[in-house]
């Protein structure tokens, strides 16, 4: 019997959450359930997967089951961009090799079209918007950035436009950045309100618990998922829970879960907007990893992400909020001195999981355990791509796509305590130190 040793307790001033629909959470589980299927984690991967699952299964039950409630945790906490472009920040120009951006490319469209297609199909109101990205740059390194980037998108055949300095106020209001290269492609939405309404749109041969925690896990023939109040027996497992799954006993050391700290700000008043000017939807992700995303948002509010801390327990720590509130505040009035008045209502962190050499796990973790893990930060595309596939896997489908994904080595392994905090918490700090006006 496997205990698990850490849960998921995520703070309680998640914006998006807050500010899109209320709905009435699934009903925790309670007593002695079997099922065909079982999913750990109703985050972006696990909803896709259960989607999938019982669609090749229609005559199973896939129980899905979340610690929180569904919108709550990371796949409703992050800052909405559903990238389609390859961005390996180890390469040169941020593409590397052709063959490998051209399958990433592949992998996170997949991600997109899926969602697009359930968004529609079910009209999950999740202010959905084909925005495209800016990549956006205050420093001559931030410049050199995009401009390596610019060409590395040009090996794989993606136009991308350099914009000058003095033209971007009519984008994005703020006339703070130097440059920026402007990616068509990326889908801005609603996290919250997106994996909400994934949530309610579900197969009907997929029972969602929320409220259920999995405190104990017995492997064997068939898994037997234990909580506070019955347990859980499936013939297969998925787990889906990201970096929590290194406490059901999988590789361990080998996932980082690091926190991002998001800020919403109150809706802009009409004036406040005209003095804004610029398009009405946009989204910035800063040229150095280490600074501010920015978005303005379908319903007027500003999203500010930078700063970061790492937790190996994948809990926040609730010191951190009013410091890095700090930092958002900071990064705020940088870009919008036109908007002196403009408080944050909502202020947040959220756990993304990170590999030391960038690669996910996908795949088999044991006989009837499955595992679709570790995004490293861009899990609105790849979580529902890799969810998806997971589920083909199982169903004994091929796909270019899983072979591709089968082949990565995988998460590797890291140093153990204290020495992997030590060395986490050096490359954020110098990272961080290194964005400079970038945050
Ligand atoms: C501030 C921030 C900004 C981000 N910005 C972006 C962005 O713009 N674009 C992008 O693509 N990605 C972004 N990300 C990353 C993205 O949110 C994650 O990659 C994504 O949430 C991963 O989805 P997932 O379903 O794999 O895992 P998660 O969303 O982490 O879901 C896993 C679920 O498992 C549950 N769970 C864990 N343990 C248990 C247990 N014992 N019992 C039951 N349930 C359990 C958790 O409660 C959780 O809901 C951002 C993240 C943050 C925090």
Redesign the pocket.
């Given at each position: 019997m496997q205990k698990?040793t850490s849960?998921?307790a995520?703070d309680s001033m998640p914006g998006w959450f807050h500010t899109s629909r209320a709905r009435t959470p699934r009903p925790a589980h309670i007593g002695q359930k079997r099922a065909r299927f079982a999913i750990?984690?109703?985050?972006?991967?696990?909803?896709a997967a259960a989607r999938q699952l019982a669609t090749h299964f229609p005559d199973d039950e896939v129980v899905l089951?979340?610690?929180?409630e569904v919108g709550?945790?990371?796949?409703g906490?992050?800052?909405?961009?559903?990238?389609d472009v390859p961005h390996d920040i180890g390469a040169k120009d941020y593409i590397g090799d052709v063959t490998t951006a051209n399958l990433v490319l592949k992998l996170n469209t997949l991600g997109q079209n899926y969602l697009r297609e359930i968004v529609q199909k079910y009209s999950i109101e999740c202010q959905m918007s084909e925005s495209g990205k800016y990549q956006a740059a205050v420093s001559e390194q931030g410049i050199a950035i995009l401009e390596a980037y610019r060409s590395g998108l040009a090996k794989i055949g993606r136009d991308s436009q350099m914009i000058a300095g003095s033209d971007l106020p009519e984008h994005i209001g703020t006339a703070y950045y130097k440059q920026a290269l402007f990616i068509p492609g990326t889908i801005l939405l609603q996290?919250s309100a997106l994996v909400k309404g994934l949530a309610d749109s579900l197969p009907s041969n997929v029972t969602l618990y929320e409220y259920?925690?999995?405190?104990s896990i017995d492997y064997g023939d068939k898994v037997t998922l234990i909580h506070d109040r019955g347990s859980i027996t499936a013939d297969t497992l998925i787990l889906?829970?990201?970096?929590?799954a290194s406490?059901?006993g999988f590789l361990q050391r080998r996932l980082l879960p690091t926190?991002?700290?998001?800020s919403l700000s109150r809706q802009l008043t009409a004036e406040e907007q005209a003095r804004l000017g610029g398009k009405p939807v946009w989204g910035v992700i800063p040229a150095h990893p280490f600074g501010s995303?920015i978005r303005r948002t379908v319903d007027n509010r500003i999203l500010v992400?930078n700063s970061f801390s790492f937790h190996p327990d994948g809990r926040p720590r609730e010191k951190y909020l009013s410091q890095y509130l700090e930092n958002h505040r900071k990064s705020f009035e940088r870009r919008f001195p036109m908007l002196p008045k403009v408080d944050f209502e909502y202020t947040w962190?959220?756990?993304?999981?990170l590999s030391e050499n960038h690669e996910g796990f996908f795949g088999k973790l044991a006989p009837n355990v499955y595992g679709?893990?570790c995004?490293n930060?861009?899990?609105?595309?790849?979580?529902t791509a890799t969810?998806k596939l997971i589920a083909d896997l199982i169903a004994g489908k091929r796909h270019e796509l899983i072979d591709f994904l089968t082949r990565s080595p995988g998460p590797n392994q890291t140093p153990p305590e204290p020495f992997l905090s030590i060395g986490v918490n050096s490359v954020l700090k110098w990272g961080q130190f290194r964005a400079g006006m970038e945050i």
């Open positions: 698990i849960l998921p995520d750990v984690g109703a985050g972006l991967t696990g909803l089951i979340e610690a929180q709550y945790g990371s796949a906490r992050n800052a909405g961009f559903a990238i996290p259920t925690p999995i405190t889906a829970n990201n970096g929590f406490h059901f926190f991002l700290y998001g995303t992400r962190s959220g756990a993304i999981c679709a893990l995004c930060g861009l899990g609105i595309t790849r979580g969810g």
